[in-house]
């Protein structure tokens, strides 16, 4: 709707669009140094000079939005709507998801040439952890970047869910690495997932069942060794083959332990690295306990940050297997999650049948269902974030 309110030659409309289409804008116009309204303006232009409409934008859960475009333009813009027969949110998140695409983020390929590091983390089990793990990094890896899964949890569902093999005790892995025992060459751990949408850009680091007493030994390790300290233990680790990636993803197991630090210090900001551009992902439910295991997380998240002076970021919280069929506390505690505003809620993912089927399949879910309405929640919050 436009209003008659004028801004010069300007004129207010409001639409609506998805919440986290509406952040990312809001982000990518601010790295770029454009007024929101001019890159609308430009969006809006661009996307009704294409010959057809591009594809489908989810726009579940969009509210309301509102800017300033050229007079007459609004107009113009629902016309070609009408044309091309969809919908003016739509066709609005379409010319916002095309324009952001066109002109991506200073910091999304990072002037040190190290790779984004994705840290998907809670200490509350069975809140999606392993499903968005797998979920984003299957979507960059269709976007083209070379990213690999690390399975941090000794439990093995992400390994398990892709159909390879844990790393049995006593053999070389992430964990002898991390303990100062690795015997060989970690890249050779390094398993690619064979789906022809990847392209081998998909690449997963199994999980060991020693990873259950990572803590312990790693604590010792940094109590007997001079100069070894248990924080930076992931990252010493795998330095070796991060320059392979452009993201890596870490899924982490359910604890606030020694592993969850070393984690965490790994997710955190290096120098010459943009703001968000690595950092932490918290899948949560709609529910009580989830919150109270946020603000363990984010307590651990604050203590690192304040004791080791370093920026760990947020990049958001991804409200996972949401069903308003559970009733008031689900409904009630979405609306919480949503009203945060920091860290933002990068997607609210439907507790739906098809990323169950991909687990008992063993098949990566973009690749088993690739248009259901769960692949396409994991490629928005890829690129929201």
Known sequence: MASPSQQGNREKVASKLPGALKQELKIRAAELGVDIQDAVTT??????????????????????????????MYDNFKATCTTRGVSYVQGLAQSVRRW???????????????????????QKGGVGKTAVSAGIAQAWAEEGLRVLLVDYDPQGHLSEQLGVEQIAPGHDSLVSHMCGAGTGDLRDLVTVIEQKQFEKRLNLLPSCFDG???????????????????EHSFERAIRGIEGEFDVIVVDCPPSLGVAMDAALYYGRRRDGEAAGASGVIIPVLAEDSS???????????????????????YLGIVVNLYDSRRGVIATTSLAQWKSLGEPQVLAVINDLKEQREAVRQQKPLLSYAPHCEQSEAMRQIARSV
């Open 100 to 122: 952001l695409d066109t002109n991506p983020s200073p910091g999304a390929a990072p002037a040190t040439g190290i790779p984004r590091r994705i840290i998907v983390c809670n």
């Open 43 to 72: 969006a809006v232009t661009d996307w009704q000079a294409l010959d057809t409409s591009p594809p489908n934008v989810d726009t579940t859960g969009a509210d309301s939005f509102s800017t300033w475009l050229p007079a007459g």
């Open 291 to 313: 919150a109270t295991a946020f603000g363990m997380l984010a307590g651990q998240i604050e203590d690192m940050r304040a004791d080791l002076s370093i920026d760990i970021d």
């Open 212 to 230: 259950f007493l990572l803590d312990v030994n790693v604590a010792m390790k940094a109590s007997n060794t001079r100069g070894f300290h248990k």
